[in-house]
């Protein structure tokens, strides 16, 4: 469950930020700052040698007690941050990566708009809808689960799936 | 793989267990083979080929050797590992055949026999060979045959299953080969049975795995099960592969876990929803945990027992892999998914239970960790146990908060019960942990102890993690980690600590434009200043905070309400005062200056209206509003003038500003663009360029440092400017949003005043705005007084009256009643002065004022006007009509061809140019009143009219025309025109043929008027005429003053005819007509008509015996190529002076065309001898070669200068008198001499027949 999305831009100030209105806003935002600590270590991290094939998913920044803080990074250094609930154990890798994926071709939408300045705050309908739609899908996806039978399981690839996590 | 005889360190436990290999047999062989045989074992790897696909592995073989017994073979249904024995081995010296009968066979009988009631098919016979021992011996069976004894006795069809051993504790290269070929057997065999029996084992395994979801199915007997295979491949020293099997496990349990909690549950897992009653933290000191793997296996763990177990095995062999981090990794990993089961399986928990568990947890990893590194490896992976100390500091502030171990009172009942609470689930200390000092069970309980130790550990924990995030750069974990510290600190009621941690995290939020952060740290910073008593560094906060638009709408009023008590309770203390940023209080938005050129005369008045945001949620009454403004008086001069400022400033007056950085983006590209200007300076002296050079004038908003760009919370820099020119407006309620304030102020002093701060004062509290930016600057002038006089049409006729409009600019001079203005008069200029001429009074923005009676006075030499009494910094208008009189006429013989008008020697020849006026400059003085010095003024006058006269003969009688053109824009009504001779000769008559007396003359047009001239005696040789005609403009009906009439004199010489030329063609004889191409003859008769007169006294004249006779050229010229003149063309003649000579000329001429042709036109010359030669080479040669063209082209000219400038010609003839060139030259006859009788008459020329073509040329 996607619980907050945030766009930030290369100067790291935020250019997009919700989270869901149950929480306290606070907290993401605060969460979601510190969690650039991570988005520069790992893109410096990269290297300049790695720039050109360079991975856009960053990956986990960092688990909390109660959340799983994803990071995306486009070739202009605008960070996407995603928090996802820890509790929804159903979300993998794949998942958050076609979530940033489609988070990147909206912001590019975005950028597209000839009224829209590069670096002003992202009010588009559009982003809005598509952020909105990520967070109710990723709650059907909990749901989904239920319908999971236990038997097609196996601990291999759970192993396997669980090392990716790491 | 890691080759096991790597050094582990020492800290690191090493398996006890080996692979159970059983001896039976001779045990005393086998005590004596041992220790080579346990040293040699591993010396080699074997590679292992693996089931299902996984990779061989090289592996080093160990094994623990033990005397073989029935018991240690494994029962069926018994799933140990870790005792099963993989190998049996029989050990025999034998080599005797009765002892092999008599004991040996019935031993191997018999442990074959066991073997084979337990199916186990793994085991090898060992025969020793001894030399020595064969030596004693006499009956002495060759070696082979016991070998093959035994081999036939017991290995069916497995003869590898006995090997040789010989002397095995020689040191022989046959011992050698023996114990090689020995243990690579040994080795294949321990393999094989691992493989076969690890595979069934896994089969089995896999097996019971599939019936999870049966009812009656276990996970902890699964686990035990898996973890036996665990155990062997650890054993086996296959790290890797043990770590996959706990790794398997712990996904299978998380799976269940999380099916569980989408409803999914199995019965087993209820059990670890039991209540956790015990938390005390991972234990990963020992390799296995007996004690939990006992609850494991008994089935009473609690999920925190499993995952601490389960966890504490990963932990090992992740250290045994040397991959420290990752422990410190998955253990965040563990511990986060731990508190999040345990939400899930809703499992109930004692409140900060977990925190102890996930404190003791860390630190334990922590500890462990550090046990088995050295300081430099921790040092540089920091980044990877960071997250431990966080959570644990994080953990232990929540404990402490649960606990009442922050509060400032210390822990009341209730925090103390829970505080023990807490401990008894720690249990008692373990005791692998008993002697450590720093422990992490030592640890806890010291911090939960008393409000000291929580505070110094609680600290130590702070500033190490923080300490390790800024190390590493994650400086914004480092500021919220100092955030939570400041909050401890504020609960602990010492603010001064806390402020420097909430600036810190303040400061990087605002660097990085993070708006809610910002807000809420602001928030927090505002109640550690408020207790510090830090007033002006709260009102500042509070004020950004009244102005936040992220907090309630009472929050606001909250602060701002702080704001206002202050502003009211310190009144009493002046003097003392507090600046603070205007910014959060107020935004200026825009200037509007009246009048908008934002330019004022001095003493007038500029209103300066501001727009002004308030930033307050509520009304505030602010006592006033000041502008600072600073004053310059500008050195370049001009640049102040009213001119060039009515001129160069923007017209609108309104200056916008651009929005004050919100806390939105406040990064590096929100810099302000930037702005440029051209500087050019000149040297005063003569106003040459000296250096130019481009100014940047927002320097200083590019150049700051950048913090400070960043911090602006700096109240520092908020000097208030104390100048002497302040705008003041007392006594304003600012409602939120926008306001209107207007600033007045009188002009002072001439200069430029550029406004530099805003301030609005609430008692003490002053919101400065420190620089207005972009530049806003008003100019005050001061001005001379000033006229200016011009013609309202783009240029003065002259002749008739014209308007002059007066404008005088008052400026800083009062005009009172009585000044005038003296013009002197010149005299060819009138001013007129008509009745009710008013003089209107305009402002300074060109709003009339008044109007009143202009006064003028003239007397002979002075023009007075009275001026109506004006303010300064006035216009006064009014209009004057001039009248430029057309002056005298010229005397003397210096008459010019247009006496008109002309004042002495200004007369400009704009006759070159076809359509020009002539123009006439009148320069008049004016004295002013506020001036000791006389203005000249120029007025410029145009000739509206042009006039060309000609001369015009028929035979004999004499006409004089005069063409008058009118070249202005206006009609003229031209009346009563007349041409008088000057000089009066009483026998010549001009007789008018004009009939008509008035005569209209529209604009661009001309008139001609025709007079014949009669006389009655010889007449003289030249005319002086003068013609004179009135002139009023058409439109207007009346002038009120009578107009000069418009001359024109002129002078006609030699107008008198002299010769009548006749020219007649007739056809050749016999024809009735000419024909083209057929020779006609020309008659050419030159008559002379008069006797000797005055005008024919020149060097032409020739006398002998009374008989005068004057030499003539003739020239016959078709211009036109009508004719072909056949032979000569000209000749001289000697004219006879005496009436009715007649010379005869016969020519032959052939026409070119048909039709009605023009005549050739005859021209007569004056032919001058030689000896009075003035004309040019060119000119003599031309007639010597008889060139007729070329003669002719410079005759025309002079017939044409000739007859249109008279005088010149005549001119042209005397100048040269001395010229002594021997060669005859040419004058052409005036025109008025010669008549050309024929002019006009045309031939009919018919086409002569052979021709097909007709060609017909129209002339």
Known sequence: MAVCVAVIAKENYPLYIRSIPTENELKFHYMVHTSLDVVDEKISAMGKALVDQRELYLGLLYPTEDYKVYGYVTNSKVK??????????????????????????????????????????????????????????????????????????????????????? | MDAPEEPLPPVIYTMENKPIVTCAGDQNLFTSIYPTLSQQLPREPMEWRRSYGRAPKMIHLESNFVQFKEELLPKEGNKALLTFPFLHIYWTECCDTEV???????????????????????????????????????????????????????????????????????????????????????????????????????DDMRTLREKRTEPGWSFCEYFMVQEELAFVFEMLQQFEDALVQYDELDALFSQYVVNFGAGDGANWLTFFCQPVKSWNGLILRKPIDMEKRELIQRQEATLLDLRSYLFSRQCTLLLFLQRPWEVAQRALELLHSCVQELKLLEVSVPPGALDCWVFLSCLEVLQRIEGCCDRAQIDSNIAHTVGLWSYATEKLKSLGYLCGLVSEKGPNSEDLNRTVDLLAGLGAERPETANTAQSPYKKLKEALSSVEAFEKHYLDLSHATIEMFTSIGRIRSAKLVGKDLAEFYMRKKSPQKAEMYLQGALKNYLAEGWALPITHTRKQLAECQKRLGQIENYLQTSSLLASDQHLTTDEREYFCREILSFASQQTDSPGHRVALPMHSFAQLRDLRFTPANAVVHVGGVLSVEITVCSQMPVPIHVEQIAIHVHFSIEKNSYRKTAEWLTKHKTANGVVNFPAEASPFPTSQSSLPALELYEMFERSPSDNSLNTTGIICKNVHMLLRRQESSTSLEASSGLALEDGAHVLRCAGVTLQPGPNTIVFRTQAREPGTYTLRQLCASLGPVWFVLPHIYPLVQYDVYSQEPQLLVEPLADSLLAGIPQKVKFTVTTGHYTVKNGDSLQLSNVDAMLILCPEENRAVIYSNTREKVSDALLRVQSSDKVTSISLPAAPTYHLIEFELEVLSLPSAPAAGGESTLLGVTEPHGKHKDTQKTGHCMAT??????????????????????????????????????????????????????????????????????????????????????????????????????????????????????????????????????????????????????????????????????????????????????????????????????????????????????????????????????????????????????????????????????????????????????????????SRGSVHSAASSEHKGLPMPRLRALPPGQAFNSSAGTQVLVIPSKDDHVLEVSVT
């Not at chain 1, 590019?108 to 000839?114: K, L, R, S």
């Not at chain 2, 186990?120 to 045959?145: C, G, H, M, Q």
């Open chain 2, 100 to 202: 092999y009968k008599a004991t040996v066979k019935d031993d191997l009988t018999k442990w074959q026999n066991v073997l084979k009631a337990y199916s186990s098919v793994d085991w090898l016979i060992v025969v020793v060979e001894n030399d020595a021992k064969k030596k004693n011996k006499t009956n002495i069976l060759p070696r082979a045959s016991i070998v093959d004894k035994i081999r036939n006795d017991f290995c069916n069809k497995q003869s590898d299953r006995c090997v040789v051993l010989s002397d095995p504790l020689k040191d022989s290269s046959r011992t050698q080969e023996s114990w090689n070929a020995f243990l690579t057997k040994l080795r294949t065999l321990l393999l094989m049975s691992f493989t076969k029996n690890l595979g069934k084992f896994e």
């Open chain 2, 920 to 1205: 006439t400059d009148h320069k008049v003085s004016i004295d002013c009143p506020w001036s000791i010095y006389s203005t000249v003024i120029a007025l410029t006058f145009s000739v509206p009219f042009r006039t060309t006269h000609s001369l015009l003969s028929s035979g004999t009688r004499k006409y004089v025309q005069v063409c008058v053109q009118n070249l202005s824009e206006l009609d003229f009504q031209l009346s009563d025109s007349r041409l008088v001779d000057t000089h009066d000769s009483t026998d010549l008559r001009l007789i008018p043929l004009n009939t008509e007396s008035e005569q209209c003359i529209h604009s661009r047009q001309a008139v001609f008027f025709v007079w014949e001239l009669k006389w009655t005696q010889e007449p003289p040789p030249s005319l002086h005429c003068r013609f004179s005609t009135g002139f009023s403009p058409a439109s207007e009906e009346q002038l009120s003053v009578s107009l000069k009439p418009y001359t024109y004199e002129f002078q006609v010489e030699n107008f008198f005819t002299l010769y009548n030329v006749r020219a007649e063609i007739s056809p050749p004889p016999g024809t009735e007509h000419c024909r083209t191409g057929s020779l006609c003859s020309l008659d050419v008769s030159i008559t002379r008509l008069s006797d000797l007169l005055e005008v024919d006294k020149d060097e032409a004249l020739m006398e002998s015996d009374e008989y005068f006779s004057t030499k003539l050229m003739y020239e016959v010229v078709d211009n036109s190529s009508n004719w072909a003149v056949c032979g000569k063309s000209s000749g001289v003649i000697s004219m006879p002076v005496t009436a009715q000579a007649t010379h005869r000329v016969h020519m032959e001429v052939m026409p070119l065309f048909a039709g009605y042709l023009p005549l050739p036109d005859v021209r007569l010359f004056k032919y001058l001898p030689h000896h009075s030669a003035q004309s040019s080479q060119l000119d003599a040669d031309s007639w010597i070669e008889n060139d007729s063209l070329s003669v002719d082209k410079h005759v025309d000219d002079q017939l044409d200068s000739g007859s249109v400038k």
């Open chain 1, 80 to 166: 996407f941050v995603m928090v996802v609930d820890s509790s929804n154990t159903a979300l993998r890798d794949n998942e958050i990566r076609s979530m940033f994926r489609k988070l990147h071709n909206s912001y590019t939408d975005v950028m597209c708009n000839p009224f829209y300045n590069p670096g002003d705050r992202i009010q588009s309908r559009a982003f809005d809808g598509m952020v909105t739609s990520m967070m109710i899908q990723a709650r059907r996806g909990k749901e989904s689960l239920v319908a999971r039978a236990p038997g097609a399981w196996s601990p291999e690839e759970a192993a396997k799936g669980g090392a990716e996590d790491l």
